[in-house]
């Protein structure tokens, strides 16, 4: 009888753990909190907290409140796997992730690996910004979803749009040395020798992720290049500190970019002087008028200092919790089932749809430039007095890519 007061004894908190694990669903969000790529990892950070926040204040994902739980990773795949293992222990099945395409595809062999080891626990990885095309094609996994376009779609966009500038004739190619940067560099070459073979690239630089604390010499072998146009895949200082130095020295060339829109790009920008002429591509700026989307606008930068850079974040989000309650489950196989296929109003306006395939959303795409605002545009970008100017749309249809993903589902 004592055993079996003692047993008791020892349960009852265990169960009482267990219960209040259940009545939460947390996301493991690894990116980097230290280091050169900090100040993007705190802002993505503070970005999913305030959707978690929205969604909590709707009662949550299936009635279940909504925690996300920081993990730095310092931009290392190796630190990525350490801290993705510290989740899974401390009860996490849902991780998301997105600045290093290098960090993602770590990420997504070792969740398709350890569900493999470990069914009935799997756990999802929610891919918010890493956009190396291989992850959605020859490495894709059935536990893996990215709602980023991939830098082929992206580069489609930017491309389409270029081959409409007459102005543009030689063109300079400068990206960070892994994945991503290589992915950006050999499909702008490609895309534009299709579409435009009379622009000349005069220019191919691969420069070390995150390390570069001043890019005058790089912006030097610009300016002897002769080149009218930069196209850079860069983010976080190694975008900042690139426009930073075009300033320095007085460059003045049209950029065509992935990532102009994230922290200290916009302020770089504007101390260089180069009104409308740098261009982003993306699903979604401030300013493009969407009712919904204006409001939630508002409401993030009244609470933090900074803007919607990752509309993205908000369709995963909300996506996961309109998936939760079509599989009426938070179990991530069934969460992942009800995901495939599923089309969605996304953020900005329009139909997106999670492709079946490969696991890649697909959604309505902008170019925007940045510079002086007309009445127009309501939002600027930290303080500078510009804000983003809408130059094209690419609609769902026009994204589209083929994908060679041969996936491997769970029985």
């Not at 580069?155 to 991503?180: G, H, R, W």
């Not at 020295?249 to 102009?260: P, R």
């Amino acid at each position: 009888m004592r055993k079996l007061m003692m047993a008791a004894a020892f349960a009852l908190p265990m169960f009482g753990g267990a219960a209040i694990a259940q009545e939460t669903v947390k996301i493991g969000y690894i990116d980097p909190l230290s280091g050169g790529g900090a100040s993007i990892g705190e802002v993505g950070l503070k970005t999913f907290q305030f959707i978690a926040d929205e969604l909590n204040a709707k009662g949550g994902i299936q009635g279940k409140k909504v925690e996300i739980v920081p993990l730095d990773n310092k931009t290392n795949p190796q630190e990525s796997l350490i801290q993705a293992q510290k989740a899974i222990d401390a009860g996490v099945r849902y991780l998301t992730q997105g600045n290093g395409s290098s960090v993602a595809g770590a990420l997504s062999d070792f969740v398709t690996k350890y569900n493999e080891r470990n069914p009935g626990k799997e756990v999802l990885y929610f891919n918010y910004a890493a956009v190396d095309p291989v992850l959605t094609n020859a490495k894709c996994s059935f536990w893996h979803f990215r709602w980023d376009a991939n830098s082929d779609i992206k580069m489609e966009a930017l491309t389409n749009y270029m081959k409409t500038v007459p102005a543009i004739k030689n063109v300079y190619l400068i990206n960070q040395d892994y994945s991503f940067g290589e992915s950006v560099r050999s499909q702008a070459k490609a895309m534009l020798a299709a579409k435009r073979p009379d622009i000349k690239i005069v220019g191919d630089e691969l420069h070390p992720l995150l390390k570069i604390t001043d890019f005058a010499p790089y912006v030097a072998k610009i300016k002897a290049s002769g080149a009218d146009t930069v196209v850079t895949g860069n983010w976080g200082q190694d975008f900042s500190l690139l426009l930073k130095a075009a300033a320095d020295t007085g460059l003045k060339v049209n950029w065509y970019t992935y990532y102009a829109g994230g922290t200290g790009g916009p302020t770089a920008i504007k101390q260089a002087n180069l009104n409308h002429q740098v261009f982003a591509i993306g699903e979604g700026f401030p300013n493009l008028g969407n009712p919904s989307a204006d409001a939630f606008e508002r409401a993030l930068r009244a609470k933090y200092d900074f803007s919607l850079f990752y509309p993205r974040a908000v369709n995963e989000m909300r996506m996961f919790a309109a998936a939760a309650d079509k599989a009426k489950s938070i179990e991530p196989v069934k969460v992942a089932a009800a995901l495939e296929g599923m089309e969605f109003d996304v953020y900005d306006g329009g139909k997106g749809t999670m492709r079946k395939d490969d696991h890649q959303f697909f959604q309505p795409m902008y170019i925007a430039s940045f510079g002086e605002r007309t009445d127009k545009e309501p939002f600027d970008e930290e303080k500078t007095g510009w804000g983003w100017k809408t130059a094209a749309k690419i609609e769902v249809d026009q994204t589209m890519l083929p994908t060679t993903c041969k996936m491997e589902r769970p029985n």
